[in-house]
Structure formats: C-alpha cells, structure tokens
C-alpha cells in the first residue's frame, strides 16, 4: 500500500489546510487561559463552530451531498480529522449524530426522515444522542428492557430507563433502542425510534464525573408517546439497525484516534520538560512502547481504510485499535502523572480531562474484554461463549436465569 497521498488526496489536504488557516481564529477556545468557561456558552460556540465546518466542507464528509455533505470516501474523512488536530481547533461537537446516528438514518430511515433531520444534525442545528445502553443492557446490549407499545391508531407509547447517554443534557433528538415485542427471542422483538428529548415524559438526569463534567446522563421515559412515524427501520427490525450504529461507532472511535490528540510525540514533549525524566531509561522505555503500539495501530487503520476504501466493512479487528489506543494513552497518561506530579491533573493542565477520562473510553464503544472476545471468537476463529438464551423468547429468560441461579 502506498501511504502518501495520492494528488486527489493533497490536493483535498491543501484545501482543507487553508480553510483551516482562514477560519481557525474562528474556532471556540477550550484549552488554556482564554478558554471558555460556561457550559452552556462553550456548547452555543461549539455548535456555531460545527456548523461553520459544515459550509466549509469539513464536517459529514462520507455523507451523500444529496444530504449536505461532501460524498467523500473515508480517506478524505482521516484527512480532515489529522488536518483539524494539526490547527489545534476543536472538531464537531456532534460526532455521535454525525458519525453514526446520520449515517443509521441514511442506511435505514424514510425519506421523510432524512430531509426533516440530516440537515439540522450537520450543521449543529439539532443535536443527537444515542439511547442505547441500559443498567441492565451494555455489553449485552440485546437486552434492552425499555418497552415499546403500539397504540390501536399506530401510534406508540413508551416507557424505561437509558444510562450512560452522553450529551443527553442538550440534544434535541435520541436514537433509541426499545422492545417492541418480549414473546421472540431476544435480538429479534427490538425496534428503533427517534425520539424529541422535549417530549412530555423525559426526565434528562446528568451523571457527575470525576473530571467535574456531566457529559452523560440517565434517561427516563415516563408514558412517552410517539408517533407512527418515529421508527426507522421498520418494526422489529431494531437489531439490524442497532448494528449498523455500531459498525459506525468502532470506525469512528477506530481511526479518531488523531482527533482525540493521543499522539506519541505530544507524550514525549509533556515528559521531555523534565530533565531527570527525560534522561531516565525506564521512562525513555515505556515511552518507546506506547510509541511502537501507537504506530502499529495506525498501520492496523490503513487497513480498516482500506477495506472501507473497497466498499467492504471493516471487520471485529477494528475493535483492536480501540483497545489499543486507549491502553497505550492510559499508560501515558500514568508516566506524565509520575513526571509532572500533582499538575498534571491541576486545573490548566492540558492532560487533565484526558487522565480522567480515559478510564470510561475503556468501556465506550465495547469493553475491552467484549472486544477481546469478539476478535478472539470471529478473527482467531477460537469457540464461541456458549449463548445459553438462544432461541428463548425474551419474556422466559428472565425466570429462567431466575431457575438457573
Ligand atoms: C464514556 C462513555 C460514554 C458512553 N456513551 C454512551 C451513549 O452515548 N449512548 C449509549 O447508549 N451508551 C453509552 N455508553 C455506554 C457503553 O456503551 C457501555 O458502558 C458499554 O456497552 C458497557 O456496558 P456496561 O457499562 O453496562 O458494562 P457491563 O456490560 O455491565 O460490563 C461490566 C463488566 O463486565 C464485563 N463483561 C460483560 N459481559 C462480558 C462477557 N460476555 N465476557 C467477558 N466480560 C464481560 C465487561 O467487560 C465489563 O468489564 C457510554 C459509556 C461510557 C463509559
């Protein structure tokens, strides 16, 4: 594989570079002294700043230009995310809605649907979350228990409990998940549902982090009524939908790994400021290890690029990036708290909101150890986990699981 670019490619890369030199004064100051302070007022110029890359070509780049984007293929996408990290301007603030709720629409959604939500969605109009996880339903996401009943006129009402759902506190739409119906077996009584968060009956609930921050939230739904045309995807057809969401999910958390900033030479410069560090083998040898692994990620996603270049779907070894990355930045994360001491997690450090994040990235997008048997079960073609609720319809499981405890 050659890995330059090709002339397309740098001539995409010029253009997007001097749009960038031309708008990045533009661009919501998050990190160091003049940083934004206010929640609410970093979120208006978050938007604001989406939709600007948006009109500049730099936002929903893979989407169909039918739907505003730029009906790029996933390379060019890389070359935005590496050229947006290299201004040091933050990206879109909707990268859930834009990387995988717009995309599961696109895939599935009505025409109705698509010209009443895609627009709004990637300018940063309307912000979107993503009502998946349950308490009782994350890695075994199948399990969702929210409950979905249909109306004698079509319409639905529903009623549950979502948690983890980041950007909840502001999103004006959810991508949700619900049982439509419990008597087959579990993957199949699903269906997926837009909802409007304004809707009389939902109650947004931030969780605070150790950060400080409250990005995620518990949802609750509370007799919410939906209307007929709500479902994407068509009635009991919630799997197959859920799927193709998280097929997006694993290449957008994959290769936006130079979007998060977890570079090895921005490790090297934040423990190169100290001298003794700089010069102590064992801190020179782990560094070269997260260095080595970060590197071999990035070859692991010219080959994911590739397959999604060919039009194929990258498979379960996508997973490995993500395992990867965010074990190597959490090892670096460590080595600059040993170097720097107590400021690294003080108030203006830029390493802060990566250290106490990085333990939750281990569980978004798939656990490590889901991933792991995902890539050992599909890719190494070891045996499978015996799958003791195949068949059952959902509503016996539980006594069953009950019988079986
Ligand atoms: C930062 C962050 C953002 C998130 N944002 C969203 C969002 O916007 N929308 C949304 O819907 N969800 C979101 N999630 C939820 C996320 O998808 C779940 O956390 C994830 O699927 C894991 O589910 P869980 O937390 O319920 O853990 P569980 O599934 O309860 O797992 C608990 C532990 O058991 C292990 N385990 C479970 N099953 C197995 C098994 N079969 N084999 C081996 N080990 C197993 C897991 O690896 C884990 O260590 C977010 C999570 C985080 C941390």
Redesign the pocket.
């Known amino acids: 594989m050659d890995l330059d670019d090709t002339p397309q490619q740098a001539a995409h890369r010029a253009q997007v570079r001097s749009w960038l030199e031309e708008h990045a004064s533009e661009a919501p100051v998050l990190n160091g002294p003049d940083a934004l302070q206010d929640e609410q007022e970093i979120i208006a110029a978050r938007r604001a700043w989406q939709g600007k890359l948006a009109e500049g070509g730099l936002a929903g780049v893979t989407w169909p230009k039918e739907f505003g984007g730029q009906g790029q293929g996933p390379i060019e996408q890389v070359i935005c995310s590496q050229e947006i990290a290299r201004a040091k301007v933050p990206g879109i603030l909707d990268a859930?809605g834009v990387g995988m709720l717009g995309p599961t629409i696109i895939a599935h959604g009505t025409d109705e649907q698509k010209s009443r939500y895609l627009g709004p969605m990637l300018h940063g109009d309307e912000v979107w979350?993503?009502?998946?996880?349950e308490?009782a339903?994350?890695?075994?996401?199948a399990a969702v228990q929210s409950r979905a009943r249909r109306a004698d006129d079509g319409s639905w009402r529903l009623n549950g409990q979502?948690?983890?759902?980041?950007?909840?506190q502001f999103a004006s739409y959810g991508l949700l998940l619900a049982r439509t119906d419990p008597d087959v077996p579990k993957h199949k009584g699903l269906t997926m549902f837009i909802v409007p968060m304004d809707a009389p009956g939902v109650t947004v609930r931030g969780l605070r982090q150790i950060s400080g921050e409250a990005?995620?939230n518990e949802v609750f739904f509370d007799d919410v009524a939906l209307d007929a045309d709500a479902v994407v995807g068509g009635e009991g057809n919630g799997w197959a939908t859920a799927l193709t969401t998280l097929m997006f999910e694993r290449v957008t958390i994959g290769l936006g790994s130079e979007g998060l900033g977890y570079n090895s030479n921005r490790f090297a410069h934040a423990i190169a400021t100290n001298e003794d560090a700089r010069r102590d083998p064992e801190v020179r040898h782990v560094l070269g290890e997260i260095a080595s692994e970060l590197l071999a990620v990035r070859f692991t996603g010219y080959r994911t690029l590739t397959a999604l270049q060919k039009g194929q779907v990258p498979g379960p070894e996508a997973g490995l990036a993500k395992i990867t990355i965010v074990n190597g930045a959490i090892r670096a994360g460590e080595l600059i708290a040993d170097v720097q001491g107590p400021d690294a997690l003080g108030k203006d450090s830029e390493w802060a909101y990566m250290i106490s994040?990085l333990p939750?990235?281990?569980?978004?997008?798939?656990?490590?150890?889901?991933l792991r048997?995902t890539i050992g079960e599909r890719v190494l073609g070891l045996p499978p986990?015996p799958r003791l609720d195949k068949g059952i319809p959902f509503s016996e499981l539980r006594s069953k699981e009950a019988a079986a405890a």
């Open positions: 859930i979350c993503q009502l998946f996880s308490p339903a994350g890695s075994d996401l979502k948690v983890w759902t980041t950007n909840a990005e995620f994040f939750g990235l281990k569980s978004a997008g798939g656990t490590e150890e889901i048997n986990a």
